[in-house]
Nanobody
Framework: QVQLVESGGGLVQPGGSLRLSCAAS????????MGWLRQASGKQRELVASITSSGAETYLDSVKGRFNISIDNAKNTVYLQMNSLKPDDTAVYYCHAVIHYISDHRVSGGLDYWGEGTLITVSS
């Protein structure tokens, strides 16, 4: 019913910047929130940043002041601008969204959707 497509990962040097994008498509009625989680090798997945459709933002403490999340409600797309990247930011980053879809004139409750993940490697 709904798909999330991520873009923007890759290799960057310490201190560099990257911008992630995640676009939701399909039978979307309403997007409650979108965000990014990451999972480093051997570690649990953690929330990096999230934003509601009304603009309320949440950040992991270790990325505050370096990362900025934004949402384009018209495009159902969330962006994560990552600056001053550190080797500890190396992980697979997953897009996550809570979305109500519509099908046969019926609206679902808010459901969790995930992207496939994109690898970010911060290394010199």
């Amino acid at each position: 019913q709904v798909q999330l497509v991520e873009s923007g990962g890759g290799l960057v040097q310490p201190g560099g910047s990257l911008r992630l994008s995640c676009a939701a498509s399909g039978n979307i009625f309403k997007v409650n929130s979108m965000g990014w989680l990451r999972q480093a090798s051997g570690k649990q997945r953690e929330l990096v940043a999230s934003i509601t459709s009304s603009g309320a933002e949440t950040y992991l403490d270790s990325v505050k002041g370096r990362f900025n999340i934004s949402i384009d409600n018209a495009k159902n797309t969330v962006y994560l601008q990552m600056n001053s990247l550190k080797p500890d930011d190396t992980a697979v980053y997953y897009c996550h969204a809570v979305i109500h879809y519509i099908s046969d004139h019926r609206v679902s409750g808010g459901l969790d959707y995930w992207g496939e993940g994109t690898l970010i490697t911060v290394s010199s």
